[in-house]
């Protein structure tokens, strides 16, 4: 199983504090079955250049210092959106390591036209594969119009496994996944305590309500996108 959403890299943003914490999320990932985890700390284009944000993420990887026990770590960012993101440099240098998935931090407010049209840019050019973080928070603030169109320009979802295992929501968020409407599923965690991370029980929730099969057509397709350059080296 792939975490799609992490805060796992030690002192880097609001999530793992230090070292010790992000060995213990990683551990707890591997006991949940995690064998890859994807690390988004938050990129906000007003506060750092591109460059910067990639030489904190290495140094603040390397401080961990893994060895094969743990899950992989695979370098990424969960980037901001503002208005007109699409011209910035060296966005493609945000994506996920050896893929083309860029993990989108939308508004929680009604989007603007300008702002719909320039996600379906972002996904027709060919460079990137968009990915939205954590849908569950705007979704529902969208007419259905809107999500149809970004699905039909090739824009991925990403929902929380905290969405799937709330009880009040858990029916929403397998709705979701069943529809075709989610892709991945993210813990997002940031800590051990209040947003520890939570994979295990929303993969017994997925499998309960829509099957095994389900489950691992989830898993391959995730898969699927590590597997373009055979040759490439993760972290």
Known sequence: MID????????IDDGSKNQQESIAMLTELKNQGVTRVIATPHFYANGESVSAFLSRGQKSFEKLNLNS????????????????ISRLADLTKLCINGTDLLLLEMPSAKWTDFVIKELISLASNGNI????????????????????DLLNSGVLMQINASFINGFFTRRKALKLLGS????????DCH????RAPEIKSAVSHITKGLGEDF???????????FCKDKDHIYF
């Open 191 to 194: 800590n051990t305590t209040d």
């Open 4 to 11: 799609f959403h992490s805060h796992i890299l030690p002192a």
């Open 129 to 148: 594969t968009l990915v939205l973080a954590h849908i569950e928070r705007y979704i529902f603030m969208q007419p259905k119009s809107v999500f149809a």
């Open 69 to 84: 026990d743990f899950p992989q770590v695979v370098l990424g960012a969960e980037i901001r959106y503002y208005e007109g």
């Open 180 to 187: 075709g409407m989610a892709h991945f599923v993210g813990s």
């Open 215 to 225: 489950l691992h057509h989830l898993v391959n397709y995730g898969n699927e996108f």
